[in-house]
């Protein structure tokens, strides 16, 4: 089964024509276009495709007619470095260029404006005989940047990364990017790229740096960007203050964006030239780093890797005040990281991720946390598994292919990956921190450890991994119930839809649907024997921030003779609609369809006024745990059960407990369980039962679990013994005949 996945699409929220008109005047500018709700990334008053990248909607520049390609040959037609200019070989700095003739200067300005332009506006190559661009500051990275292994390469995951990252530098919203991202991807390179691309330019700026120890901050800066700033060619260099080979601060006096072609025909004097008094640091890790400062850029390097006391969250709510000027947004934070385990700062960095997202945005259009989040699998950017047009082989090739170097691929990187992920499979703390470290998945990379878990996060896991290796891929099924023809309270059918709010594995056949008995006008449900339903509801449509928890649904079945399967939930629902009475009427329209109860808890009691109002109190279970003579008015008049009650709360997660050691993962007879909703399973690995509220599918499926077993929540009634008197005469047996004995009362 070939790979298809792709991170980015082409989009088309704004018209052709309005396109050509604006390109023909040059009026695309670099920035947030806030009346198409795109993000311009284009310099030149033009736009070409645009693509949407997590979300994120990017202009890219228009297509030149005239694009630099290596090799006539497409076999041939790739990224390569071009080779430094011999002529430049003895000029170290501005001053040494100073005392060159001026026809020896004019034969090089050409060169020297192309690579300015190349760095400013970015560059058009042939890769494969597909127009391939690159952005300025990916551009300055393959070409001027030396790296732990020499010259980069040209990777197709990091063109997507650089282009990602320019449009959270030209959208004013956005504080920058939360990166999640594989080890060895080149994160720590390219940013400290970009960190001496950007200050070479800049006047009067401080860039700084952090990682999860202040030797990793010291380490990235003496290792990555003093080498960086020192392999840059002299019309890019400005003159440094202090050492070559600085140990914790690189300070820059003249600004290469200073040094231009009239600069030079100019002859302007070095001593003439404006300061440019901008440094790049580092600090050591802590919650106050970089507190009050002003920043122009702000490395985060390895942040879901801070273990407490630091914490990332805290930290980034001071570093993000230096970053602003009132709602100004100055500077912008390459924040990057793999992520540890979740009590190891994993927690911390995930929430930050979280609050990144692009899609949900306050009134000011800006992310919870101002960030913009980036995730790129693995197979995208895995060591060994690039071709030489920077491109992933994720499948075993048919046809040779060759990474960069030369060396053949002759497998593909899933497989790869499998067969690592297999080899740890009876260690799953190996396994999980293998999957953090590589991750497939925004899942893998927020992978707990086993021991921090109620419940058994080892068969949870080999669940989740079993439903993810595409063995599955069939199960599940997206849609929506409906009635039929619109009318209420008649007959109900599933109809598919990708956008649909329900997810079953199973449906009965077409008999047992609709099953639905009528007693003295209240409708009861006619498939009692084979399962039920467990609900989590809410009871107000709307909330003051547009969040607030979710509405769960899961159906579950028991053993029965029917044609059904035993102990599995087949139905999951996880949704807000619109309004609240949307989500009861699905409700309604499953529990009818399938014919089965539902136990819900009443502390939010709508829902269950909403089934009594529609003729189905019978379909509402009452709280197993009591008889019907003690159940409270309101619990007689709709049923469902408490969520107050420490006992409850108890009995709850036991009942998940235990369908988790008998039906998850991998089971005694060497079959997997059949619980196909990863939703569900991620929510069972992180429930926390004093945090209740946060966790709508763990309610949702406990109370499922114990409306199936309800039989052993069954109060035994207590017997008071009392004495018999059986009034049985007692007899004196003396002499020849018995004479009775008169009690003595």
């Not at 494969?128 to 393959?142: A, K, R, V």
């Not at 140990?247 to 030239?273: G, I, N, W």
């Not at 099924?477 to 594995?505: A, E, H, L």
């Not at 609900?535 to 921030?545: A, E, K, Q, R």
Request: charge should be neutral; charged fraction near 25%; proline fraction near 4%.
């Amino acid at each position: 089964m070939n790979y298809e996945q792709s991170l980015y699409k082409i989009v088309e929220p704004v018209k052709l024509t309005t396109i050509k008109r604006l390109n023909k005047s040059k009026k695309w500018e670099y920035g947030y276009n806030k009346e198409n709700d795109i993000v311009v990334i284009s310099k030149t008053g033009m736009i070409g495709d645009i693509i949407e990248i997590q979300g994120l909607q990017i202009a890219l520049p228009n297509q030149p007619k005239k694009i630099y390609s290596c090799s006539d040959k497409k076999e041939e037609q790739k990224w390569k470095q071009f080779p430094a200019n011999p002529a430049f070989k003895k000029i170290k700095t501005v001053f040494d260029w100073q005392d060159y003739p001026d026809d020896f200067k004019q034969s090089h300005y050409e060169y020297i404006d192309e690579e300015f332009k190349r760095r400013e506006e970015g560059f058009w190559f042939i890769n494969n005989d597909e127009p391939t661009y690159i952005t300025g500051t990916h551009y300055m990275y393959l070409q001027w940047s030396k790296i732990d292994v020499g010259a980069p390469d040209f990777r197709e995951a990091n063109r997507l990364f650089f282009i990602f990252w320019e449009a959270c530098k030209a959208d004013k919203r956005s504080y920058g990017m939360c990166y999640l991202k594989n080890r060895r991807s080149g994160f720590s390179f390219m940013s400290s790229a970009e960190t001496v691309n950007l200050a070479t330019l800049a006047s009067d700026s401080r860039f700084g740096i952090l990682s999860k120890t202040g030797a990793d901050a010291k380490k990235m800066f003496t290792d990555k960007v003093v080498p960086i700033s020192l392999n840059y060619p002299f019309f890019f260099k400005p003159i440094q203050d202090g050492m070559d080979r600085p140990k914790s601060e690189l300070a820059y006096r003249v600004p290469a964006k200073k040094f231009t072609r009239r600069k030079m025909r100019e002859h302007e004097e070095q001593d003439d030239m404006e300061g440019l008094d901008t440094t790049i640091d580092w600090k050591n890790t802590g919650d106050n780093s970089y507190d009050g400062e002003k920043l122009a850029l702000l490395v985060h390097d390895e942040s879901g890797k801070w273990e407490r006391p630091d914490n990332i969250k805290n930290n980034w709510r001071v570093t993000k005040t230096c970053l602003r000027l009132g709602s100004r947004v100055i500077g912008k934070c390459m924040m990057g990281s793999t992520s540890n385990a979740l009590d190891k700062g994993g927690d911390n960095f995930k929430n930050l991720y979280n609050n990144s997202n692009v899609s949900k945005r306050n009134r000011n259009g800006q992310t919870k946390s101002g960030l913009y989040s980036l995730f790129i699998p693995m197979e995208w950017n895995y060591e060994g598994f690039i071709d030489q047009y920077g491109q992933p082989v994720f499948n075993t090739p048919k046809e040779e292919a060759f990474d960069p170097h030369g060396v053949e691929i002759d497998y593909g990187v899933i497989d790869h990956w499998d067969n690592e992920a297999d080899g740890l499979k009876d260690d799953q703390d190996a396994l999980n921190e293998f999957y953090r470290q590589f991750p497939r998945t925004e899942e893998h990379a927020f992978r707990d450890e086993t021991g921090n878990s109620l419940f058994n996060l080892v068969k949870i896991y080999e669940q989740i991994d079993y439903n993810e290796g595409n063995r599955n891929s069939s199960v599940l099924t997206t849609g929506n119930f409906q009635w039929v023809n619109g009318i209420k309270d008649t007959q109900v059918v599933f109809n598919p839809d990708p956008n649909g709010r329900f997810k079953v594995s199973w449906v009965p056949g077409q008999k047992l649907q609709n099953n639905v008995i009528i007693k003295n006008g209240t409708k009861y449900p006619g498939n009692e024997h084979m399962g039920a339903f467990g609900c989590d509801s809410y009871d107000i449509s709307g909330t003051v921030d547009g969040t607030g928890s979710k509405g769960a649904l899961h159906g579950l079945t028991k053993f029965s003779m029917e044609d059904a399967p035993a102990n599995t939930f087949f139905l999951e629902y996880i949704a807000r609609p619109q309004t609240a009475d949307i989500f009861f009427e699905d409700v309604l329209m499953a529990l009818v369809f399938y014919g089965m109860p539902l136990l819900a808890e009443n502390n939010k009691p709508r829902l269950l006024y909403y089934l009594k109002r529609r003729g189905y109190r019978g379909f509402s279970m009452n709280r197993p745990d009591k008889i019907w003579n003690k159940l409270s008015v309101a619990e007689k008049e709709v049923g469902g059960i408490p969520n107050s009650s420490e006992d409850i709360k108890q009995a709850h997660a036991a009942a998940i407990e235990t369908y988790i050691n008998d039906h998850v993962g991998l089971l005694s007879d060497g079959t997997y369980g059949t619980m196909y909703f990863n939703e569900s399973l991620y929510d069972w690995s992180k429930f926390d039962i004093t945090k209740r509220t946060k966790h709508d599918a763990s309610i949702s499926t406990g109370l499922a679990i114990m409306a199936c077993n309800r039989h052993l929540y069954r109060p035994t009634p207590v017997k008071e013994k009392t004495k018999v008197n059986l009034n049985i005469s007692k007899y004196n047996n003396k002499g020849f005949q018995s004479t009775i004995i008169k009690s003595k009362i």
